[in-house]
């Protein structure tokens, strides 16, 4: 009863012999893919920069070169690098610690702060001589830096858990408590003769940095990474194995995947939620402790060009993966330095902005498949 | 357009569809025809294909190849709206309403008409008035979120009868709807029949296929095993043995056997529902070792708040639960777990697994507490898996490795996967909340052979279900709740003729000792 069909196709005149077919992924792609994506959408988003920059009317190779030069190009740029990726790194670990179980703490710049904070007490209070040794002061202002992270996480954890008050507003508003908190001390306790900045920390409250062995290893002068990075790069692994090795791991996985799953398998969840926010707020204290005893060496206002928001991207950049977190830090601590040395704001921020909005919608590729078809392949096959 | 043609007997023909999916031929060449004023079930297992054909039809897929004539003329639709512009609307398993919203204003969207201004008040008549017509009562002043799933449906229906659709597509509409429900939709269907449309009814239960349809299209692995058979003419056990290729056994051999001791004992529990209402109002029963106790009702009259109490999920306000002669009354959930009660919940994909963790990770859910899963605060990866890999072969769970993301798993292959964590540790309890739902033919067996094993080891199981024949060919007992009370208890005899009118009446709410046995 079919013989007579029409063949005509209902398709208009115009329209092209092939699409775009987008369809949703029902396998698992293989395991490189993902960071065959980010790298393609990366070039991409380089790309694109470098067109904006060539029709504002620079050269995009010689910036980008330039770029290079100054992030990556030698040694001691290098190290600049690293010593601008490290609080990202912390903060970034923090944040995806957090988003991990789908809290959204948006609290890391605040945490960053009383962990700045939390050190820099050690050494002003005075809860250590001002000639203890740094064996002493080191891990001293480390904890006190963890700790009071901890308690900044410990509020907005312990009123969602308690209360079910939404994370994303009291943690965004204890950043601003944290700031003015900082400033009353360093504006009415701490100044140093009427400058809204503590005194300079005693040389043994400071982390290391390669720099200070040059004495004996003259090639390392003029490097100011400091311990901070190796402390970060531990951290990273602590996290990995927490998160994907350990029982609470685990539970934190299975809260963030399936909440209610989660409670089904006996997970007490008000407690993680706690716990997790803690952490958070620790690893962002440790970023504030990193940076204050490793590079500014005092307590004082506008320790932190905004590291606890750009944490919030670059854990989402990762993926929550703790070591890409290492990767997508360098990446923008490179870009933060080489962004100052062509210009103070402008195409640096536009290129990151690129890079982002890139590597977000390069997301597309993971979840769908896209393919080019013929338009008239249905009529033709039958 | 068809003036002069010849009159064409069908509203919809397919003809050599082919779907492709990465990996999997969804439509192999598939031809499918719908007389006008007919019910037209497309039956088969789950992923045999039907619902991927039917979202060809309706705009949804785009096939790779094949020819779909409406009324004798060739169509190619590249969205839902060029398909219902064809007069074919596709009914989903998810709902696509918007809950804030009312349901006429869910009906008029996306609508030309009204263009700007919202006059809702002219519509109201209008839907209701629509509704009357095809018996689909509904207040259309209602906001979707207050409706109920069967009412939620019929605003479903309405919206494609508004716009005219002249063949309706239902992908699986009963799976969503208690007992009494499904007669009112198929009165709608039926009437929708004599005002000249069709209907196409996707499904899987075969009752219902027989109850319903005029004829019966058989899909099985992408392919038709039977093309547009009368279902007069066909037995069920035809057609089940046409959609899983195999005789399926209906009736399972089910050993005697004594029963031990008392296992669980649940007295006089009192529990309210999300909402704050009663749920439960004293129910009591106990269930002992070697047993299957079926709990019978129509769906929400408290049977998830008694599977949640029992299992520490939900608090209760009144009453005990004892387990193993332990009072574990309010107990936290891990309390339940920790003493080797096994739950399979209702909601596959929102309570028992979660969807985007590996197998690996969902089955060790109730035991990465203990050795050999995980010794002190570290989880064994290698044991993990190696667990993983065990259940897998044990309960033949189909998929490439264990660490895939179970979210891309089949309904069955999740049912599974869910089963294997719960019974490989030999529980002395288990409470299966509608454990073969939206499963095919085979798949049920599998399910059903697992809960009699348990049965045969010395386990005491708990089986709720909405499944009349389910409950009747494994229970020792049954059970049946309404309104968070118990009607009554029937033991044995339950091949007797009347018992299934009884147990309707339980069900609607009439308790065991006011109906008159000796009558029936």
Aim: proline share 5%.
């Amino acid at each position: 009863m079919s013989g007579k069909l029409n063949q005509k196709s209902s398709l208009p005149q115009w329209s092209l012999p092939y699409m775009i077919q987008i369809e949703p992924r029902l396998t698992e792609p293989p395991r490189w893919y993902p960071w065959a994506v980010s790298g393609a959408a990366i070039v991409v988003a380089l790309i694109l920069g470098g067109v904006l920059i060539a029709i504002v009317g620079g050269n995009p190779f010689a910036s980008y070169a330039h770029i290079a030069r100054a992030s990556v190009g030698s040694i001691g740029v290098f190290s600049d690098t690293l010593v601008k990726a490290t609080p990202l790194i912390l903060v970034g670990l923090a944040c995806s610690l957090a988003f991990r179980m789908r809290l959204w703490n948006i609290g890391a710049e605040g945490q960053f702060y009383m962990g700045a904070f939390g050190a820099s007490a050690v050494v002003l209070i005075p809860l250590l001589p001002e000639n203890a040794s740094p064996w002493l002061y080191i891990p001293a202002m480390i904890l006190a830096g963890l700790l009071m992270g901890a308690l900044w996480g410990f509020i907005p954890g312990f009123l969602k858990a308690r209360y079910n008050v939404n994370e994303i507003i009291t943690t965004l508003m204890m950043n601003y408590i944290a700031v003015q908190w900082n400033n009353f001390f360093i504006y009415a306790i701490w100044t140093e003769g009427g400058f809204q900045m503590s005194k300079v920390f005693p040389r043994s409250a400071w982390l290391p940095r390669l720099t200070d062995y040059a004495d004996k290893i003259p090639v390392l002068r003029g490097l100011t990474v400091h311990l901070g990075f190796v402390i970060a790069l531990i951290a990273v692994v602590i996290v990995w194995f927490i998160i994907y090795r350990s029982r609470w791991g685990y539970e934190i996985r299975l809260i963030g995947d399936n909440p209610v799953a989660a409670r089904y398998a006996g997970i007490n969840i008000k407690r993680n939620i706690i716990l997790v926010m803690m952490a958070s707020g620790a690893l962002a204290g440790l970023a504030g402790v990193s940076e204050i005893t490793g590079v500014v060496h005092r307590l004082q206002g506008a320790i932190s060009p905004g590291y606890g928001f750009t944490g919030i991207i670059i854990a989402w950049l990762a993926k929550l993966n703790p070591f890409a977190v290492v990767i997508v830090s360098i990446l923008f601590g490179a870009l933060i330095l080489a962004g100052r040395e062509i210009q103070p704001s402008g195409i640096p921020k536009m290129i990151q902005g690129i890079i982002l909005v890139c590597l977000i919608a390069s997301d597309i590729f993971l979840r769908y498949r896209v393919r080019i078809v013929r338009r008239n392949a249905t009529i033709q096959e039958a | 357009m068809g003036e002069s043609a010849p009159p064409i007997p069908n509203v919809v023909e397919m003809r050599s569809i082919v779907k492709r999916f990465p990996g999997v031929l969804a439509n192999d060449h598939v031809d499918f025809e719908l007389l006008k004023g007919e019910i037209h079930t497309l039956l088969g297992e789950n992923g045999a294909g039907k619902s991927t054909l039917m979202n060809v039809l309706a705009g949804l897929y785009r096939q790779e190849s094949g020819i779909i004539t409406v009324n004798g003329e060739v169509k190619n639709f590249s969205s839902p709206r060029d398909a219902i512009m064809a007069g074919i609307g596709m009914v989903h398993q998810h709902f696509m309403l918007v809950p804030s919203q009312t349901v006429t204003e869910n009906i008029l969207l996306g609508l030309d008409d009204p263009r700007f201004r919202l006059r809702l008040n002219e519509y109201h008549p209008k839907i209701a008035e629509l509704g009357d017509r095809f018996g689909l009562k509904v207040d259309p002043k209602a906001k979707i979120w207050q409706l109920s799933v069967g009412e939620q449906q019929r605003v479903e229906l309405l919206k494609m009868l508004y716009r005219g659709v002249q063949v309706l597509i239902m992908d699986e509409p009963t799976a969503v709807l208690a007992p009494t429900e499904i007669e009112g939709l198929f009165n709608t269907l039926r009437t929708m029949i004599i005002d000249g449309k069709s209907v196409i009814f996707i499904s899987h239960k075969l009752q219902e296929v027989m109850a319903i349809s005029d004829r019966v299209t058989v899909l099985r692995k992408g392919k038709i095993t039977a093309a547009g058979v009368k279902t007069s003419g066909i037995t069920r056990q035809e057609l089940a043995h046409l959609m899983v290729g195999r005789e399926v056994l209906f009736h399972l051999e089910k050993k005697l056997q004594k029963t031990g001791k008392v296992i669980l004992k649940v007295e006089d529990i009192h529990a309210e529902n999300d909402k704050g209402l009663p749920a439960l109002k004293g129910v009591s029963f106990q269930v002992s070792a070697g047993e299957i106790l079926g709990l019978a009702g129509v769906a929400g009259n408290g049977q998830g708040e008694l599977a949640q109490v029992i299992t520490g999920l939900r608090q209760c306000t009144k009453g005990n639960i004892i387990f193993n002669s332990e009072n574990i009354t309010n107990r936290p959930a891990i309390t339940a777990i920790q003493r080797g009660m096994a739950y399979i919940p209702e909601d596959r994909t929102h309570v028992g697994t979660a969807p985007n963790l590996s197998i690996t990770d969902n089955v060790i859910m109730k035991k990465y507490r203990q050795p050999p899963i995980s010794h002190g605060w570290v989880v064994d990866g290698n044991a993990a898996t190696l667990f993983a890999q065990r259940l897998k072969e044990e309960y033949d769970i189909v998929v490439p490795n264990v660490e895939t993301p179970v979210r891309l798993l089949s309904g069955g292959n999740l049912q599974r996967v869910i089963l294997a964590r719960e019974i490989s540790g030999k529980p002395p309890f288990l409470v299966a909340f509608q454990p073969t739902r939206g499963l095919d033919v085979g798949a049920i067996e599998g399910v059903h052979r697992l809960l009699l094993e348990q049965r045969e080891t010395g386990a005491a199981v708990l089986l709720i279900s909405e499944e009349l024949e389910e409950l009747l060919s494994l229970s020792d007992r049954i059970l049946v709740i309404y309104e968070g009370r118990i009607m009554g208890e029937l033991t044995g005899g339950f091949e007797s003729e009347g018992l299934v009118e009884t147990i309707g009446l339980m069900m609607t709410g009439t308790a065991l000792e006011k109906i008159d046995l000796g009558a029936s």
